[in-house]
Antibody
Framework: QVQLVQSGAEVKKPGASVKVSCKAS????????INWVRQATGQGLEWMGWMNPNSGNTGYAQKFQGRVTMTRNTSISTAYMELSSLRSEDTAVYYC?????????????WGQGTLVTVSS | QSALTQPASVSGSPGQSITISCTGTSSDVGSYNLVSWYQQHPGKAPKLMIYEGSKRPSGVSNRFSGSKSGNTASLTISGLQAEDEADYYCCSYAGSSTFKVVFGGGTKLTVL
């Protein structure tokens, strides 16, 4: 079955960076985009951007431009999201989700989520 | 403040129907038939329930349906069941300048 499995929880200090991985299985990794969405505790969903595993092309939400980098390793069907200059407001669960190539508008399935805690 | 506006909560009794609205603008919901809906149970990842406005993924019950009128999309759940109690989020494509995607703030559905 189509599945996305993410790396484990992280605790980081303010100003540090975090890199979350997302391993895909059950489908051709390069045929769909990978999107990243985050959710602060008790809050709604916030789209961060997309990455095309075939080309490596990316598109980031304006809010995260300059701080986020999305990459991939096609040999192991894994996508990565790195967020830098972390602050307390970045504490959230980060999800990867498969989406169609082109106009991102639906996401299925989602990874299980990775909790990133930013605390001094 | 979320880009799309949803009611904070709705409720209904088992067997009843409820509708959750999702209001955007002419730059997102109104311009594209690319609204999706997600169900999220506590502590779980979101699950796609409706895509491209009214299409159901394989495996999603036909009790879930989607529609759109102008700048407002709607999710209707008929024959409410206890397991439908969850948070529901709408999502819309919002243009190709940065491949922008916007979510609603979420609606808590309580099955009485």
């Amino acid at each position: 079955q189509v599945q996305l499995v993410q790396s484990g929880a992280e605790v980081k200090k303010p100003g540090a960076s975090v890199k979350v991985s997302c391993k895909a299985s059950g489908y051709t990794f390069t045929s769909y985009d990978i999107n990243w969405v985050r959710q602060a505790t008790g809050q709604g969903l916030e789209w961060m951007g997309w990455m095309n595993p075939n080309s490596g092309n990316t598109g980031y939400a304006q809010k995260f431009q300059g701080r986020v980098t999305m990459t991939r390793n096609t040999s192991i069907s894994t996508a990565y999201m790195e967020l830098s200059s972390l602050r307390s407001e970045d504490t959230a669960v980060y999800y990867c989700a498969r989406g169609i190539v082109g106009a991102p508008n639906w996401f299925d399935p989602w990874g299980q989520g990775t909790l990133v805690t930013v605390s001094s | 403040q979320s880009a799309l506006t949803q009611p904070a909560s709705v409720s209904g009794s088992p067997g009843q129907s409820i509708t959750i609205s999702c209001t955007g603008t002419s730059s997102d919901v109104g311009s594209y038939n690319l609204v999706s809906w997600y169900q999220q149970h506590p502590g779980k990842a979101p699950k796609l329930m409706i895509y491209e406005g009214s299409k159901r993924p394989s495996g999603v019950s036909n009790r879930f349906s989607g529609s759109k009128s102008g700048n407002t999309a709607s999710l209707t759940i008929s024959g409410l069941q206890a397991e439908d109690e969850a948070d529901y989020y709408c999502c819309s494509y919002a243009g190709s300048s940065t491949f922008k995607v916007v979510f609603g703030g979420g609606t808590k559905l309580t099955v009485l």
